[in-house]
């Protein structure tokens, strides 16, 4: 029996690379791993999919670029040809980028089933194109697999029904366990900002991501937030990767950051992952880097004003500090005074949830 996985960004195959891995260590399912060209990455090579531990993508789509609809018009064309010449058994999706809603339409009206991978999330906030692409997607699919326990209480209250909604941990747990213990023995050296690390020389550091359109398109906003970080700056030195639109908006808004932020590139993800793992706190608006700080019990400043993913907050190491600068600084201050909430890695966190969705998948598709 044949399952497709889609991923069209890298965060998916952060996050299929765990299924990948369990799929290949049993005999009853087959992958195909499908790449809809949705974001164009240069750090997607061959090392990058050596790193994860799974091949090269079966199916590249080269479906990317546009407007919101426009790629998700070419990537539903581009999904439904394949679909139509070799129908395969499932339709597996991670997230909630526009790939994710794109091949589970597609599938849907093909009778083909959906799983959703991270399935129930919710912001509450439909600005973020991220939040309709969740809704509709759980609106069509056949198998929620779910990170905690919020997401099944929002997908009961919608009316999914119980026998398909399926607490199994989280796969982006199992990666970054997986990442985080093949980088203990490897040679970090050649990273770009291993050099930076090293002059830290043991003192503490911290480390930026901001990329939501809600922060640093608005230039009133990204100006408050980086006046927060430039104060924290002077007590840290903070280095920031920065992502290629919030680069030009510090360029485009004269957004002042000061001597003691160190800004990078985007960094892959062994590399990021060595920088941020040694932390003193993560300041960030990330959905996946709250929940990869929690897994490695790194404190955690989100500069959002809500989550959709509340377990990190309620169990983890992150807090939701909005982005008022002032309480930026203050939950900033707690950690580095060592007053920081500690927090514990969530139920099912064990780096065994893609072993849980394949067992699960495969008895679903055996009684069909």
Same mark, same amino acid.
């Given at each position: 029996? %044949?399952?497709?996985?889609?991923?069209?960004?890298?965060?998916?195959?952060?996050?299929?690379?765990?299924?990948?891995?369990?799929?290949?260590?049993?005999?009853?399912?087959?992958?195909?791993?499908?790449?809809?060209?949705?974001?164009?990455?240069?750090?997607?090579?061959?090392?990058?999919?050596?790193?994860?531990?799974?091949?090269?993508?079966?199916?590249?789509?080269?479906?990317? &670029?546009?407007?919101?609809?426009?790629?998700?018009?070419?990537?539903?064309?581009?999904?439904?040809?394949?679909?139509?010449?070799?129908?395969?058994?499932?339709?597996?999706?991670?997230?909630?980028?526009?790939?994710?809603?794109?091949?589970?339409?597609?599938?849907?009206?093909?009778?083909?089933?959906?799983?959703?991978?991270?399935?129930?999330?919710?912001?509450?906030?439909?600005?973020?194109?991220?939040?309709?692409?969740?809704?509709?997607?759980?609106?069509?699919?056949?198998?929620?697999?779910?990170?905690?326990?919020?997401?099944?209480?929002?997908?009961?209250?919608?009316?999914?029904?119980?026998?398909?909604?399926?607490?199994? &941990?989280?796969?982006?747990?199992?990666?970054?366990?997986?990442?985080?213990?093949?980088?203990?023995?490897?040679?970090?050296?050649?990273?770009?900002?291993?050099?930076?690390?090293?002059?830290?020389?043991?003192?503490?550091?911290?480390?930026?991501?901001?990329?939501?359109?809600?922060?640093?398109?608005?230039?009133?906003?990204?100006?408050?937030?980086?006046?927060? %970080?430039?104060?924290?700056?002077?007590?840290?030195? %903070?280095?920031?990767?920065?992502?290629?639109?919030?680069?030009?908006?510090?360029?485009?808004? &004269?957004?002042?950051?000061?001597?003691?932020?160190?800004?990078?590139?985007?960094?892959?993800?062994?590399?990021?992952?060595?920088?941020?793992?040694?932390?003193?706190?993560? %300041?960030?608006?990330?959905?996946?880097?709250?929940?990869?700080?929690?897994?490695?019990?790194?404190?955690?400043?989100?500069?959002?004003?809500?989550?959709?993913?509340?377990?990190?907050?309620?169990?983890?190491?992150?807090?939701?500090?909005?982005?008022?600068?002032?309480?930026?600084?203050?939950?900033?201050?707690?950690?580095?005074?060592?007053?920081?909430?500690?927090?514990?890695?969530?139920?099912?966190?064990?780096?065994?949830?893609?072993?849980?969705?394949? &067992?699960?998948?495969?008895?679903?598709?055996?009684?069909?």
């Amino acid at each position: 029996m %044949l399952i497709y996985l889609v991923a069209g960004a890298r965060p998916n195959f952060m996050k299929i690379a765990p299924i990948v891995r369990a799929l290949q260590a049993q005999d009853a399912l087959t992958y195909k791993i499908i790449h809809t060209g949705q974001h164009y990455d240069r750090e997607m090579n061959d090392v990058f999919f050596e790193e994860l531990g799974i091949p090269q993508p079966d199916v590249f789509m080269a479906a990317g &670029g546009g407007s919101h609809a426009q790629q998700t018009a070419k990537i539903m064309l581009g999904f439904e040809e394949l679909c139509q010449n070799e129908r395969p058994a499932a339709v597996l999706v991670v997230g909630d980028v526009n790939s994710t809603l794109a091949c589970s339409i597609v599938a849907k009206k093909l009778n083909i089933p959906v799983a959703h991978v991270e399935a129930g999330l919710r912001s509450g906030d439909m600005a973020m194109p991220e939040e309709i692409n969740r809704l509709v997607t759980d609106s069509i699919s056949d198998w929620f697999f779910v990170t905690e326990p919020s997401a099944v209480e929002h997908l009961r209250r919608e009316g999914k029904p119980e026998a398909a909604i399926h607490y199994v &941990g989280h796969v982006m747990v199992d990666n970054v366990l997986y990442q985080a213990d093949k980088l203990s023995h490897a040679d970090t050296t050649a990273f770009e900002t291993s050099a930076w690390k090293a002059q830290q020389e043991g003192r503490r550091y911290g480390v930026v991501t901001l990329h939501r359109p809600s922060n640093v398109d608005d230039p009133e906003t990204f100006t408050r937030i980086a006046g927060a %970080l430039k104060e924290i700056a002077a007590d840290l030195p %903070l280095i920031f990767p920065v992502h290629p639109r919030t680069r030009a908006n510090v360029e485009k808004f &004269g957004i002042d950051l000061g001597p003691n932020i160190t800004l990078a590139g985007p960094q892959a993800y062994m590399a990021f992952l060595n920088l941020w793992k040694d932390a003193a706190v993560v %300041l960030t608006d990330s959905g996946g880097l709250q929940e990869e700080t929690t897994a490695l019990g790194v404190p955690c400043i989100t500069v959002r004003e809500n989550t959709e993913r509340p377990v990190t907050v309620d169990e983890g190491s992150n807090v939701l500090a909005g982005t008022d600068p002032a309480a930026i600084l203050l939950e900033t201050r707690k950690v580095l005074r060592g007053e920081g909430k500690l927090g514990r890695r969530p139920h099912l966190w064990d780096g065994r949830a893609a072993e849980r969705i394949v &067992g699960i998948l495969a008895r679903g598709l055996d009684g069909q």
